[in-house]
Nanobody, 121 residues
Framework: QVQLVESGGGLVQPGGSLRLSCAAS????????MAWYRQAPGKQRELVGT???????NYVDSVKGRFTISRDNTDRTMYLQMNSLKPEDTAVYYC???????????????WGQGTQVTVSS
C-alpha cells in the first residue's frame, strides 16, 4: 500500500507562517508529480501548486510570492512553506502524488487525509 500523511497544520495569526509536510510511504517505485490542494468551507477543492519530480514548482496566482513548494526525493517528502498568511488561506490542505507502485508499471493518484490551516486573529 501507499500512504501520504500531511502534518504541520494549525492556527496562525494573519501575517504569520506555517510549514506543512507530506510524507509518502509504502511500496513506492517512483514518485512523479506532487501537488498541494486546499478546500475552504463551502468551496470546491482548488490547486495551490505543483512540483514535478525534477524541476521547479508552479503556483496559482493567489499564493505566488507567499507560498513555496519543495520536495526531498530521498525522503519522499514534500513541503509547503506558507508566509504572509491571510484569513482567506483558511482551508484543509491536501497533498497529492502521482506514484508508480513497486513491481508494477501502474501509476495511480494518491491523496493525503488533509490538515487544517486556520488563519485568524
Amino acid at each position: 500500500q501507499v500512504q501520504l500523511v500531511e502534518s504541520g497544520g494549525g492556527l496562525v495569526q494573519p501575517g504569520g507562517s506555517l510549514r506543512l509536510s507530506c510524507a509518502a510511504s509504502g511500496t513506492i517505485s517512483y514518485i512523479y508529480s506532487m501537488a498541494w490542494y486546499r478546500q475552504a468551507p463551502g468551496k470546491q477543492r482548488e490547486l495551490v501548486g505543483t512540483v514535478p519530480d525534477i524541476g521547479s514548482a508552479n503556483y496559482v496566482d493567489s499564493v505566488k510570492g507567499r507560498f513555496t513548494i519543495s520536495r526531498d526525493n530521498t525522503d519522499r517528502t514534500m513541503y509547503l512553506q506558507m508566509n504572509s498568511l491571510k484569513p482567506e488561506d483558511t482551508a484543509v490542505y491536501y497533498c497529492y502524488a502521482d506514484i508508480r507502485v513497486s513491481g508494477t508499471l501502474r501509476r495511480d493518484d494518491y491523496w493525503g487525509q488533509g490538515t487544517q490551516v486556520t488563519v485568524s486573529s
